[in-house]
């Protein structure tokens, strides 16, 4: 009975294909809230030609009991195409955007600046008193960078969250 | 071009008004029947209605008995109930029906008017953000905005609302969209885009199944609603596989009526106010099949004390149910009659060897369990017992041989009287299982005598939940049907009293049903007989009566107030750890607090 993986927590980034119909996201993020489980991270936009079909991924967590029922629990919607748990799918590739403002000067503006170039992160706008920086990557990077920039002068945070897909030959399709 | 091509294509493009589609689809799908009430944003749809007589409309009185009447249709015959109201509150005093049909799985499309589209979002009279409020409490709902799409969306709602696990389906209406005109399309005969739930069993599960069956010693049947949703053949098919296999079988509450309960191999219902030897057996088996049910907590008990022993088998249409509360060891994806067929064959195909001997020591343990006779009471004295007046009428029935349908209202009257009348057949049993909502049993049998005109429909009700929806004897006089209602009048919201006295320390807080109305008057005034009966020997005439009035009727019968359900499974114990009657109750004291903060 009740073995010790059972209680075991994972991550998981779930790619769901859906009709870009209004009310979607409302069902979805409804469903969620409804049944109790988290939501780390959404984002949704439409992906093929005539925009009539929308990508989510959402990033949650919980016990594989809870995360086989998010997944079920999704497919049985009715605009829901397809449900694909990438971090079963074998290796996947997860990245995320974020512009992250530092308003600074002086010393700290040189710093920032090394910092943003050891991080690939791109200065996509820049005042004598502040930069934006662009940054993609994964979670981990961003947030070592964020935590970097904290005592330079960080000023604002926007990030996108997380978008994945699956490497090799392996695509999800409606 | 051939004439019959030319034809099909101008009737798909044939233009017509919005309430006109609607009326046009909802006859396409078959419906015969629409529960409703009208207001401001459904007129177009109901001149439409007074202008053809193809559709049937039953006025009720009161939007959430529309619901509940359309839950008694589709359930008693199959189809998908059709209901039709306003916007704002008419839509609002729908959700709780709908929620109902949505738990117990029925297949219901609700139509609901909604303002114009361009005064959406403006916080106009009568309106309501109806398919957001609507949304956790429906399979699936649609807000049409455009005409040209309201054919194509009425089809997908039927289909959405009867395929794979049914439920109820909204699609709200615009005032504008149904008095604009556009085309109307016949329902596509292409698969479904997304929605295409699996049918058909996996081989590979099902042969699983049947070696975990052969090689079982201690076996079990644990047979749901699910199998009354896949129609009448899947009971007959459970029944044969039963008596195949010569395992015994126990019902869900919403199970009842898919084995019958006059077979020597049916334990009775199972769960919180299951029979003893269904409990135990449940407990103590070492491979259970579960077909279209969901292992839902008023059947499991304490989770981790269900049935320890046991692989276990789950067989439903629904993946989500699978795995939900109960991990199991096989799992079986598909519509209840086919899996029933495939294990059928596949047992008889298989050669595996059984453990006859097991099986015959496993029977003569269940025998031992029968033998507590758990639902034995004794009549006597000046009281009649709500068990004894269940059961007579059941007897009665039963004498006088005709169809018969029970609905019921909730509390304490339902659990009796799924205990003491038994139902050989599906779909003659309505109840509202998984929301447990009062006053849903006057309209449901509403919904089932429309169905049945002919058959004898009873409403087992408790004086509290009757007054819920007692405004529907209304609709019972002007469309004259001989509804039956059979109240077990304990002057207490029984139920609610009996946790009182067990879980806190009989403080009856609230739960005394004061100020009852005279029911005889009542009935009369609503054009109905009304008998009272207070004394045991006048309960088997006064049923017969009953039964042998042409026309509606209210019995209120008086019965012990301070009865008991018994066997019970307290919350968070487990399933033999069950108090079996009066004298027991001690055994309540080691509820723990954590059984205590469970429904
Ligand atoms: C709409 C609704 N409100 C409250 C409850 C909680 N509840 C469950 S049973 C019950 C008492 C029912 O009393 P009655 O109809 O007299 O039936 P009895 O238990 O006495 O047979 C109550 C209040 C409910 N199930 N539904
Ligand atoms: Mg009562």
Same mark, same amino acid.
């Given at each position: 009975?009740?073995?010790?993986?059972?209680?075991?927590?994972?991550?998981?980034?779930?790619?769901?294909?859906?009709d870009?119909?209004?009310?979607?996201?409302?069902?979805?993020?409804?469903?969620?809230?409804?049944?109790?489980y988290?939501?780390?991270?959404?984002?949704?936009?439409?992906?093929?030609?005539d925009?009539?079909?929308?990508?989510?991924?959402?990033v949650?967590?919980?016990?594989?009991?809870?995360?086989?029922?998010?997944?079920?629990?999704?497919?049985?919607?009715?605009?829901?195409?397809?449900? +694909?748990?990438?971090?079963?799918?074998?290796?996947?590739?997860?990245?995320?955007?974020?512009?992250?403002?530092?308003? +600074?000067?002086?010393e700290?503006?040189m710093?920032?600046?090394?910092?943003?170039?050891?991080?690939?992160?791109?200065?996509?706008?820049?005042?004598?008193?502040s930069?934006?920086?662009?940054?993609?990557?994964?979670?981990?990077?961003?947030?070592?960078?964020?935590?970097?920039?904290?005592?330079?002068?960080?000023?604002?945070?926007?990030?996108?969250?997380?978008?994945?897909?699956?490497?090799?030959?392996?695509?999800?399709?409606? | 071009?051939?004439?019959?091509? #030319?034809?099909?294509?101008?009737?798909?493009?044939?233009?017509?008004?919005?309430?006109?589609?609607?009326?046009?689809?909802?006859?396409?799908?078959?419906?015969?029947?629409?529960?409703?009430?009208?207001?401001?944003?459904?007129?177009? =749809?109901?001149?439409? =209605?007074f202008?053809?007589?193809?559709?049937?409309?039953?006025?009720?009185?009161?939007?959430?008995?529309?619901?509940?009447?359309?839950?008694?249709?589709?359930?008693?015959?199959?189809?998908?109930?059709?209901?039709?109201?306003?916007?704002?509150?008419?839509?609002?005093?729908?959700?709780?029906?709908?929620?109902?049909?949505?738990?117990?799985?029925?297949?219901?499309?609700?139509?609901?008017?909604?303002?114009?589209? *361009?005064?959406?979002?403006?916080?106009?009279?009568?309106?309501?953000?109806?398919?957001?409020?609507?949304?956790?409490?429906?399979?699936?709902?649609?807000?049409?905005?455009d005409?040209?799409?309201?054919?194509?969306?009425?089809?997908?709602?039927?289909?959405?609302?009867?395929?794979?696990?049914?439920?109820?389906?909204?699609?709200?209406?615009?005032?504008?969209?149904?008095?604009?005109?556009?085309?109307?399309?016949?329902?596509?005969?292409?698969?479904?885009?997304?929605?295409?739930? #699996?049918?058909?069993?996996?081989?590979?599960?099902?042969? #699983?199944?049947?070696?975990?069956?052969?090689?079982?010693?201690?076996?079990?049947?644990?047979?749901?609603?699910?199998?009354?949703?896949?129609?009448?053949?899947?009971?007959?098919?459970?029944?044969?596989?039963?008596?195949?296999? &010569?395992?015994?079988?126990t019902?869900?509450?919403?199970?009842?009526?898919?084995?019958?309960?006059?077979?020597?191999?049916?334990?009775?219902?199972l769960?919180?106010?299951?029979?003893?030897?269904?409990?135990?057996?449940?407990?103590?088996?070492?491979?259970?099949?579960?077909? &279209?049910?969901r292992?839902?907590?008023?059947?499991?008990?304490?989770?981790?004390?269900?049935?320890?022993?046991?692989?276990?088998? *789950?067989?439903?249409?629904d993946?989500?149910?699978?795995?939900?509360?109960?991990?199991?060891?096989?799992?079986?994806i598909?519509?209840?009659?086919?899996?029933?067929?495939?294990?059928?064959?596949?047992?008889?195909?298989?050669?595996?060897?059984?453990?006859?001997?097991?099986?015959?020591?496993?029977w003569?343990?269940?025998?031992?369990?029968? &033998?507590?006779?758990?639902?034995?009471?004794?009549?006597?004295?000046?009281?009649?017992?709500?068990? *004894?007046?269940?059961?007579?009428?059941?007897?009665?029935?039963?004498?006088?041989?005709?169809?018969?349908?029970?609905?019921t209202?909730?509390? #304490?009257?339902?659990?009796?009287?799924?205990?003491?009348?038994?139902?050989?057949?599906?779909?003659?049993?309505?109840?509202?299982?998984?929301l447990?909502?009062?006053?849903? &049993?006057?309209?449901?049998?509403?919904?089932?005598?429309?169905a049945?005109p002919?058959?004898?429909?009873?409403?087992?009700?408790?004086?509290?939940?009757?007054?819920?929806?007692i405004?529907?004897?209304?609709?019972?006089?002007?469309?004259? =049907?001989?509804?039956?209602?059979?109240?077990?009048?304990? /002057?207490?919201?029984?139920?609610?009293?009996?946790?009182?006295?067990?879980? *806190?320390?009989?403080?009856?807080?609230?739960?005394?049903?004061?100020?009852?109305?005279?029911?005889?008057?009542?009935?009369?005034?609503?054009?109905?007989?009304?008998?009272?009966?207070?004394?045991?020997?006048?309960?088997?005439?006064?049923?017969? /009566?009953?039964?042998?009035?042409?026309?509606?009727?209210?019995?209120?019968?008086?019965?012990?107030?301070?009865?008991?359900?018994?066997?019970?499974?307290?919350?968070?114990?487990?399933?033999?750890?069950?108090?079996?009657?009066?004298?027991?109750?001690?055994?309540?004291?080691?509820?723990?607090?954590?059984?205590?903060?469970?429904?």
């Amino acid at each position: 009975m009740p073995d010790n993986n059972e209680n075991k927590l994972r991550n998981a980034t779930i790619a769901v294909l859906v009709d870009n119909e209004p009310g979607i996201l409302a069902r979805v993020v409804g469903l969620f809230s409804g049944r109790g489980y988290n939501i780390e991270s959404l984002t949704v936009a439409p992906v093929d030609e005539d925009r009539t079909i929308s990508r989510i991924t959402i990033v949650t967590g919980g016990t594989e009991m809870v995360i086989e029922q998010i997944k079920a629990q999704l497919d049985r919607l009715v605009p829901v195409r397809k449900v +694909c748990d990438l971090s079963l799918e074998g290796a996947h590739l997860a990245r995320e955007l974020m512009l992250i403002k530092v308003v +600074c000067t002086g010393e700290q503006r040189m710093e920032a600046l090394r910092l943003a170039d050891a991080f690939r992160a791109r200065v996509v706008d820049a005042t004598t008193a502040s930069f934006v920086f662009e940054m993609t990557g994964n979670g981990d990077k961003l947030e070592a960078f964020t935590a970097l920039m904290r005592p330079l002068g960080l000023a604002e945070v926007v990030r996108t969250g997380v978008i994945g897909i699956a490497r090799g030959t392996y695509s999800l399709k409606a | 071009m051939s004439a019959a091509i #030319q034809q099909n294509a101008t009737a798909a493009t044939q233009t017509m008004s919005g309430a006109e589609i609607v009326l046009r689809a909802l006859k396409e799908q078959g419906v015969e029947v629409i529960f409703g009430y009208p207001g401001g944003a459904v007129l177009p =749809l109901y001149d439409a =209605l007074f202008q053809q007589n193809a559709i049937r409309h039953i006025l009720v009185r009161h939007e959430q008995a529309a619901v509940h009447a359309a839950e008694g249709y589709a359930r008693s015959t199959g189809k998908v109930g059709c209901v039709l109201v306003t916007s704002g509150p008419g839509a609002t005093n729908a959700v709780t029906g709908l929620l109902d049909a949505l738990m117990d799985s029925i297949p219901l499309v609700c139509l609901t008017g909604q303002v114009p589209t *361009h005064l959406i979002g403006n916080d106009a009279f009568q309106e309501a953000d109806t398919t957001g409020i609507t949304r956790p409490a429906t399979k699936h709902n649609y807000l049409v905005k455009d005409i040209k799409k309201l054919a194509g969306v009425m089809h997908e709602a039927f289909y959405v609302a009867r395929s794979g696990r049914p439920g109820p389906v909204v699609v709200d209406l615009p005032k504008d969209i149904l008095i604009g005109q556009g085309p109307y399309h016949e329902a596509p005969t292409a698969p479904h885009r997304s929605y295409r739930p #699996q049918r058909e069993p996996n081989p590979e599960m099902i042969a #699983q199944a049947v070696k975990l069956l052969k090689g079982a010693k201690r076996p079990i049947v644990y047979a749901g609603g699910g199998i009354v949703n896949a129609g009448p053949e899947a009971s007959r098919l459970l029944t044969e596989f039963v008596r195949l296999t &010569g395992m015994p079988c126990t019902n869900t509450l919403m199970g009842l009526g898919t084995f019958p309960a006059s077979d020597k191999q049916f334990l009775g219902m199972l769960g919180m106010h299951g029979t003893y030897e269904a409990n135990m057996a449940m407990h103590g088996c070492d491979v259970m099949l579960n077909i &279209g049910a969901r292992f839902d907590d008023r059947v499991t008990g304490r989770l981790n004390a269900f049935a320890p022993t046991a692989k276990k088998i *789950h067989a439903d249409i629904d993946q989500s149910s699978i795995n939900k509360n109960v991990p199991v060891d096989v799992a079986i994806i598909g519509d209840a009659g086919l899996t029933l067929k495939a294990l059928l064959e596949a047992w008889q195909a298989s050669e595996q060897p059984r453990h006859t001997g097991a099986l015959a020591d496993w029977w003569r343990q269940i025998e031992g369990w029968r &033998g507590i006779q758990c639902l034995r009471y004794q009549q006597e004295g000046s009281i009649i017992k709500p068990q *004894h007046a269940i059961r007579r009428l059941y007897e009665i029935t039963q004498e006088i041989g005709r169809e018969t349908f029970i609905t019921t209202e909730v509390g #304490q009257h339902q659990m009796w009287a799924a205990q003491y009348f038994g139902f050989d057949k599906p779909n003659h049993w309505m109840t509202s299982g998984g929301l447990g909502t009062m006053g849903y &049993g006057l309209p449901a049998a509403m919904g089932v005598q429309i169905a049945h005109p002919d058959a004898l429909v009873i409403d087992i009700a408790g004086e509290a939940s009757i007054l819920m929806n007692i405004q529907e004897m209304a609709t019972i006089a002007q469309y004259r =049907l001989p509804v039956k209602v059979f109240i077990l009048n304990n /002057e207490y919201m029984g139920m609610v009293r009996q946790w009182q006295e067990l879980l *806190h320390g009989g403080r009856y807080s609230e739960s005394y049903s004061a100020a009852l109305p005279d029911f005889v008057k009542l009935a009369e005034s609503f054009h109905a007989r009304g008998v009272r009966i207070t004394r045991p020997e006048d309960l088997d005439a006064g049923i017969r /009566e009953i039964l042998a009035h042409p026309g509606p009727v209210i019995a209120d019968i008086a019965v012990a107030k301070d009865e008991n359900c018994f066997p019970m499974i307290p919350s968070g114990a487990a399933h033999n750890e069950m108090i079996l009657g009066p004298g027991q109750e001690g055994g309540v004291k080691g509820v723990t607090d954590e059984g205590k903060v469970l429904v």
